[in-house]
């Protein structure tokens, strides 16, 4: 059986990642931070006891800002293919804790590619790069588009992009990026924008909420469906040589068309609820971003299926279920905290 080991496995992507590399047949290592409050509400559905003989997914303490844990646990794991997708992600976070945002998102990657290097240099790597590179870059933008980052933590993605290049040239190490758009769905974080809507649609249509507070509705942005993204990085650690990939849909969507489909969806006139507040603007704002994918199309066969229509429909449904009581993944980790106490 093929091991893989995530780092991030607790957020949006290392839970759909790890849905797909356990259906595939592989053993799963995770890294996990140590919380006061669980956080593997997102794996909780895939986890196992790991007396149980079945248990394919094992979690770890880590973290990206400790080198020396990177190293021991990649010398004891050994994995196959490692999936780098951990990140202080929240680009508007970024400005308010720049240094930290560094420190995880961009200094992580060369802790983990040392260890890597070190250890298992046989061993594939995915880097979770990041349309926000591009910032400034006028759209379409693809893998010749030439980066303009406007915030730290796009900064800091240009770090970990380069130094992953750098260890392919300089070392001959199976390195990849993956530079993907952004991708959503019911899992994503509560405060990035498309699922802090779907939210509040829900509420709103259940009465639970009377108002939306939003920044700037103008930016644009190429919305897809997680749950494609984590096949497309799978495929850039299959093919023969490593090499750097850009995954999006391709579609053009402002943040007002996502509120306006979403509050369709519920039949409400968006313009009744939403109001601004400009302490969601940001210092510098990525105007526009539109994946040109025709690389990942034309060499992996991976095309994106579900536009920013569906991606809407299937986040307000979710989120209305949710206040309905359907709970769809087991909701605390319970489990694996009971396995490691
Ligand atoms: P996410 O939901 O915010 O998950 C981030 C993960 O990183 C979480 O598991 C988090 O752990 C972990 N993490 C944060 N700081 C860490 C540290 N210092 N050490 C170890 N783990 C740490 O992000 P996502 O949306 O799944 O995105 C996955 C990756 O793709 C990220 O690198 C992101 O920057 C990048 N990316 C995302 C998009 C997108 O649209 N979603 C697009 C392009 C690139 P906790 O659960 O403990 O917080
Ligand atoms: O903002 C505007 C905001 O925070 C999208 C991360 O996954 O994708 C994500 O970064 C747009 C921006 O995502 C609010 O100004 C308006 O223009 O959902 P977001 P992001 O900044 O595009 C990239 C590809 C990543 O790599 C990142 O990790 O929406 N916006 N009003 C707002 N944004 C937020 N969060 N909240 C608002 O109230």
């Known amino acids: 059986m093929p091991t893989a080991l995530v780092t991030g496995i607790t957020g949006q992507d290392g839970s759909y990642l790890t849905e797909l590399l356990l259906s595939k047949g592989y053993v799963v290592h995770g890294l996990i931070r140590r919380s006061s409050t669980f956080n593997t509400q997102r794996i909780d559905h895939l986890y196992l006891d790991p007396h149980d003989p079945r248990a394919r997914l094992f979690l770890h303490y880590a973290d990206l800002t400790d080198g020396s844990r990177l190293a021991t646990l990649l010398s004891q794991i050994r994995p196959d293919e490692i999936y780098n997708l951990a990140a202080q992600s929240h680009v508007r976070v970024s400005f308010d804790e720049p240094e930290y945002t560094g ?21 594939k790597f995915y880097q979770a790069s990041s349309s926000e590179m591009f910032g400034a870059a006028n759209p379409p933008q693809n893998e010749s588009t030439e980066f303009y980052p406007r915030s730290p933590y796009g ?11 750098n260890y392919r040239e300089a070392y001959g190490l199976f390195t990849t990026n993956g530079i993907l758009f952004n991708h959503e769905s019911p899992r994503r974080g509560e405060t990035f924008v498309t699922r802090k809507i779907t939210r509040a649609v829900a509420r709103i249509a259940k009465g639970q909420q009377k108002e939306l507070f939003l920044g700037n509705l103008d930016a644009r942005r190429d919305w897809g469906y997680a749950p494609e993204y984590v096949v497309g990085m799978w495929k850039i650690l299959q093919v023969d040589k490593p090499d750097d990939y850009v995954i999006g849909t391709g579609t053009d969507f402002s943040v007002k068309d996502f509120v306006r489909l979403a509050f369709e969806h519920v039949d409400l006139d968006w313009e009744k609820f939403v109001r601004f507040d400009e302490k969601y603007l940001r210092p510098t704002e990525v105007d526009s971003l539109v994946a040109d994918a025709s690389k990942a199309e034309g060499e ?10 569906q991606l809407a429909a299937i986040m307000v449904e979710h989120d209305i279920a949710t206040i309905n009581g359907f709970v769809p993944d087991k909701p605390v980790g319970t489990v694996w905290a009971e396995a490691v106490s």
């Open 103 to 123: 420190d995880t998102t961009g200094l992580g990657t060369i802790r983990l590619l040392e260890a890597i290097r070190q250890s298992v240099p046989e061993a």
């Open 155 to 165: 900064v800091a993605k240009v770090y970990s992009y380069w130094i992953t290049k």
């Open 300 to 309: 992996l066969g991976w095309k994106a299926s579900v536009g920013p229509e």
